[in-house]
């Protein structure tokens, strides 16, 4: 196989040539196989041809293109005077050896250095007066800013006095709303206890309506029980006089049978002679029917006194029930009187109780009234209480311009107290004076001296040329295509017609020059180099490298009117696959697209070569040290 690693430095023409011979070569190819394809398809006879085959394989592959440099000093410096004037002293001739930092010429800068006094004089007074007039702006703000945070400021005081009278007229207007929501609340109750006054007043006049009634009807059951007791008494009365009429007939019969039987026993008169009685046989019944009936007489008696005392008792209770009907009679007739009383105040109570009620839901309509009052007295309270609101964010508004205007004042007067214009004229100034003194920038020996004691200096015109040969380096010019190839560090190679010497690039521009093309310097690394100043070399650098991409060799690559394609082997014939292709050097070219590392690239060129074309490969072992 065929290494991919190596790097092949061809100069450009060299690389023009091959792409010219290339292009030609293949529109010639491509003729001829248009030829033979046309030959294939009309069918005349063709042998096969022998052919090598190629695999694509993957590696590094670089341009190398070739510029034009100068070599140059890489301490050189020329120095030109940075202000006009006359040359007072010059220090250093050419050939001298300086350091550098050492002085080599003066310029008179006495007229700038008079301006720069002045200036510098009216500067200080003008910083001394702007600190001042900040010192003052800030203390201004200082101030209004303890005002406004300790609460000092006036309107936002102001303010707040009225949110808080706000608030207070509020929270009196709330409480007068809920003394009036009371009232209306007592007078409500007033009234329904006022109703339940009439209510009890009138139940109470119902009840000695109710007690008249029963007082009249207990009077006339107690007259009843007059008349009724006055009734029993009389009947007790008729009753004793019967039982003492019964005692006295008793006591009569009692005596004339005392007296009978007194005259039959004691004095022996009997209405019939006892002799008679005696003769009759019937003496003995005669004597016990007289003690029978004087026994009977005794009896009556005692059994008349019972009665008659029987009789007096009942008289006598009949009596005391005609004493107790009176009192009862004569307390119904109090209680009737009473009651009769009661009705006359109850009457009263109800119509005071009416009158209450009427009292009461005039004061529920006052206490209604004075709610609405206090209802609208609130809400003008919480209006004036937004309107505090609203002027305390006003004054807040207000305040806080106000604090900005100072802010602004206070940045103003920052702002002039800032002279970087005129501090940066008077650095200008200073810095002027110091270009009136030109020292050396670097070390090294002076080739070049321009200026003479008392000739005019200018900016415009060279005064000193100093070189330092200790180091040297190579500048060249590269163009936009070549510039994302190279890199900081980079080795190039260096021909000055003789010897080959190596740089390292150390500085790339960023901007294009008049040209359109970049300047590269790099650093001459050979320790033992022998190239002079401002001669022109070889510059030698890879302008264009790709790696681990795919390669193919460059002769295996035909073009058909610019457009590149390689042949295959694909069932033993020849196939056409048109490819897409990247940088080359003088044996590969890179192939981005259109073929694989398992194809078989024909490497073998041939007149008779076209699509389609049977082919025969040569033997592997010639193939594969072909490639090798």
Known sequence: MFSMNKRIKIAVPCIALLLAASILAGVALGDTDTEAEAQSVNGS?????LVDTATPATGNISVVSEYIGIIEASGQATVFPKATGEVLFVHFNVGDTVSAGDILFEIDSSALQSAFSQSQTALSLAQSRADQNLSAAINNLDNFNYNVEHGHDMTIKNALNAIDNAYAALNNALIARDNAGLSVEGALIANDNAANSVSSAEIAGNNVNNSINSAEIAAGNAE?????????QNNARIALEAAENRLNSANAALRIARRQLNDFVDDGIYPISMLQLQAAGVEEQVEEQLRDARLHALLAAEAAELGVEQARNAYELATVGVEQAKNAAGLSEINLEQAKSAAGSTDLGVRQAQNAVSSTELTIEQARNGAALTELSVEQAELNLKKAYEAYETALVMVSQQQGNVAMQVEQARINTNFGDQQIALARMENDLNNFIVTAPISGVIERRNVEPFNIATPQAPAFIISDNNGMSVSFKIPRSSYAHINLGDTVTLNDGFSDYTAAVTEMSATVDAGGLFTVKAGITDPGATLFVGASVKVLAESQKAENTVLVPINAVYYDNGAPYVYIVENSCAKKVYIETGIFDSQHIQVLSGVSAADRIIS???????????????????EESENE
């Open 45 to 49: 006879a063709a042998s096969e041809i």
């Open 224 to 232: 009843l029980s007059v008349q009724s007791a006055l009734g029993a």
């Open 604 to 622: 073998t060129w041939s007149a008779r070569l076209a699509d389609g074309t049977a082919v025969t490969l040569i033997s592997g072992a010639d």
